[in-house]
């Protein structure tokens, strides 16, 4: 029996740097197949990901069962950058993989994973500034929302650390299999730099393929809703297993989560907290401009 073919590509991360996006945009190419789940998550065997079941490697290969041969298959999750261990678990596999890593302001990715962690239960401080000082005790084990799902990640400022995480990907595949794409780059010429990114796949360009833009700050409409959903009680979910087929309980979740959300706009960053943190990363950013080969003023605050 010959060894399973594993995703050929893999979208790494970061979170809130663009990455859905990125693979709309891709999943809708004639020469790309992905699962319809885009968090489909296999590596990464360090995370710690509450109320999310771990998939087996037959389970996770089952989403490609019915991809075409001759297309290219990819794989996304956005913890993989952070991991420390899915690097070498996706090499060990398919160490010829294409890797893709989308990066974001750090200061900016920061606020916006903590609206998105408020929305999605992992967070339950609403004031950013707030969020950020009670970091030392959440990176310590103390003051985790009961509903958080990766309290990990609740020590923000790690989650922004891309010069270590990249490194790891870089030493597990080499510069040449790694293609490191900026949000700034897309918000300048979003078409160009979604080309760049088929290019280093090896594709071209479909007719009248855009890029699309998607993912605003969103909101839950009914904090116990979105509890339930993400948490049923376990009377609750053995009985509509019991008597519910697996497609439509998939189906009536993806309804009843959507119902749950509002968008809005984003809380303000005050300039003072907004400067105070990008100093404080300045030494961050100039270790990733070193990476990278390229100067990043916007992301120090210059120009």
């Known amino acids: 029996m010959s060894d399973p073919r594993w995703p050929d ?6 979170p809130k740097a663009g990455t859905t996006s990125l693979y709309d945009y891709l999943a809708r190419h004639p020469g ?17 990901i509450r109320h999310r ?43 010829d993989a294409r890797i893709i890593v989308m990066l974001r302001e750090p ?21 950013f500034a707030e969020a950020l000082a009670a970091e030392p005790d959440r990176c310590a084990g103390r003051r985790i929302p009961d509903e958080a799902h990766f309290p990990a990640a609740l020590c923000y400022r790690r989650t922004v650390g891309y010069a270590e995480q990249l490194d790891r990907y870089f030493a597990a595949f080499g510069r040449d299999q790694v293609h490191v794409a900026l949000l700034d ?29 998607r993912n605003p700050n969103k909101r839950s409409r009914s904090a116990l809703v979105r509890r339930v959903l993400a948490a049923p009680p ?6 509509v297993r019991a008597v519910v087929p697996a497609g439509l309980r998939r189906s009536a979740y993806r309804r009843a989560a959507a119902m749950n959300v ?21 030494d961050e950013v100039i270790a990733i401009e070193r990476l990278l080969g390229r100067s990043l003023p916007g992301w120090r605050g210059v120009g």
């Open 9 to 14: 590509f893999y979208i790494v991360g970061a």
């Open 32 to 48: 790309i197949f992905v699962p319809e789940r885009k968090e489909l998550r296999y590596f990464g065997s360090d995370l710690d």
């Open 53 to 95: 079941r771990d998939f087996s490697g037959p389970e996770f290969l089952a989403h490609y069962a019915d991809a075409p041969a001759d297309r290219t298959w990819g794989n996304a999750y956005v913890w993989y950058l952070f991991s420390r261990a899915a690097a070498r678990e996706i090499a060990a596999v398919r160490p």
């Open 107 to 127: 200061v900016a990715a920061l606020h916006a994973l903590h609206s998105e962690f408020v929305f999605d239960g992992n967070e339950d401080i609403d004031d």
């Open 185 to 213: 780059d897309f918000v300048a010429d979003a078409d160009a730099a979604a080309q760049r990114v088929l290019a280093f796949l090896g594709l071209q360009p479909a007719e009248g393929h855009r890029f699309p833009h």
């Open 234 to 239: 376990p009377t609750l979910r053995s009985a």
């Open 262 to 282: 509002r968008t809005s706009e984003r809380q303000h960053l005050p300039e003072r907290l907004r400067a105070e943190l990008r100093a404080e990363l300045e």
